[in-house]
């Protein structure tokens, strides 16, 4: 027990990687099966309608959680000279801010679910979907800052535990909710899905909460400690940022989200067309892209808090040699996968979705692998050095770069300019990535 024990503690970035990529892995491989399910029972249109509630879902995610993650990992990770009481300080900081405004937002996306289906969403469909995804945002929320801390900690046992107990729920909660519609032969609706994403939410952020309130440091940490000014200021310096950069990315993102069904009518689709096109790429395609994406980003989550440990302690050399190693290891996992998307992308789609049109996307898209897979990591060494701004403007313009394409490309030649403009995104992040991360570590 002890030697396990020790090795945990010698390796934290590798035995925490592998922890959160196993548990990727089985999250996706149930993901997969939930996917084929869904697209199934609910049809390629149906499946384009609830990945339309993607661009709500993601600011409101920016807004109330994601910088507030980063946030608190990072600080945590820098505190490790400090008591273990003090340590979890960010954490009660970032609630006491992250909860009022996580309830605010599900206030205005269920009062105002109307004007946002129609208007900003473009499908009147989406109303009573975004009233019950309102409901899972304090819970969200809630958990992306605990699993902050614990990854902070580099604890990434209980992160990853909350995204299986996640994944579980969801697709029980579904099947419970499809079962019988199936059963009477009724035709069931899509609202169960959200339910199922909400439900979800709701498990995992519980499961999650379950050490900290049978932590003795976790109660040993008194109230006027949590309020402290010193530690509110610390941790708005790294979330504002933080947020303000994803809230930008993610408008941008939605316009993208928004615009291709748009453009694919302009090009010539029907409604219901553009959407089943919309549905499946994003549904379907995208998923076997990302499949592998779990081990790129298990390893991002943890080099966030390694980085930060590293850059806090003045060991530049070790920070660049992980650096290093990260850029030779996930460029061969994206090389090979990309090889593997390529000549098994058709059959891929034909057998598992028994859509061509899912085949077609899979192997187009097996040629971002070896960029996306590397940015994936560059990314999570880019936050964990500071380096938001920088960050925040590679990516503005990889978006924009992509917008382009959906505005000019797409009502021209259809989804194949959107292809287009994917690959050309991914090769100017990383490009720029790796040149941003040459000049500060001096690297090659």
């Not at 692998?369 to 500071?386: E, M, N, V």
Request: aromatic fraction near 12%; include cysteine.
């Amino acid at each position: 027990m002890q030697l396990k024990s020790r090795n945990k503690s010698a390796h934290p970035l590798l035995y925490g990687t592998l922890i959160l990529t196993l548990t990727g892995f089985l999250s996706r491989i149930i993901g997969f099966f939930y996917r084929i399910y869904l697209s199934r029972l609910f049809g390629e249109e149906g499946m384009g309608l609830y990945q339309l509630l993607s661009p709500v879902l993601s600011i409101s995610f920016s807004l109330s959680a994601a910088g507030f993650q980063t946030g608190i990992s990072k600080l945590v990770a820098e505190n490790t000279k400090e008591a273990e009481a003090d340590r979890i300080t960010p954490l009660w900081t970032g609630l006491l801010i992250s909860t009022p405004i996580a309830l605010l937002l599900t206030g205005i996306i269920y009062v105002f679910a109307d004007p946002i289906g129609r208007y900003y969403l473009q499908e009147a469909r989406c109303i009573p979907l975004l009233r019950i995804l309102a409901f899972s945002i304090p819970f969200s929320s809630v958990h992306a800052c605990i699993n902050g801390y614990f990854y902070g900690r580099k604890k990434a046992g209980i992160p990853a535990s909350s995204q299986l107990v996640e994944q579980m729920v969801r697709v029980g909660c579904v099947y419970l909710c499809t079962n019988h519609p199936v059963l009477s032969q009724q035709l069931p609706s899509i609202l169960s899905a959200v339910l199922g994403l909400t439900v979800g939410e709701i498990f995992s952020m519980v499961f999650a909460s379950i050490p900290l309130l049978l932590s003795r440091k976790a109660s040993s940490c008194n109230i006027p400690a949590m309020c402290q000014r010193r530690n509110a200021k610390l941790i708005m310096a790294m979330v504002l940022p933080l947020t303000a950069n994803r809230i930008a990315l993610n408008i941008l993102q939605s316009i993208e989200a928004v615009s291709l069904p748009a453009g694919l009518r302009n090009y010539g689709y029907d409604n219901a067309t553009a959407l089943r096109v919309y549905g499946v790429f994003t549904g379907m395609a995208l998923p076997f892209i990302f499949f592998p994406n779990a081990l790129t980003s298990s390893i991002s989550i943890l080099l966030l808090p390694e980085i930060s440990e590293n850059q806090a302690m003045g060991n530049m050399e070790k920070v660049a040699d992980t650096t290093k190693k990260t850029i030779r290891y996930c460029g061969a996992l994206g090389f090979l996968s990309m090889l593997f998307f390529l000549m098994s992308g058709r059959w891929l789609g034909n057998t598992v979705f028994q859509s061509p049109l899912a085949g077609y996307f899979i192997t187009t898209l097996s040629f971002i692998c070896p960029f996306l897979y590397l940015d994936t990591t560059l990314s999570g060494i880019l936050q964990g050095l500071g380096l938001v701004n920088q960050l925040f403007l590679i990516n503005l313009g990889g978006l924009a770069l992509r917008l382009g394409f959906v505005f000019l490309a797409v009502p021209t030649v259809g989804m194949t300019g959107y292809l287009w403009g994917v690959l050309g995104c991914q090769l100017f992040v990383c490009l720029f990535y790796l040149l941003t991360l040459k000049k500060h570590l001096h690297l090659f």
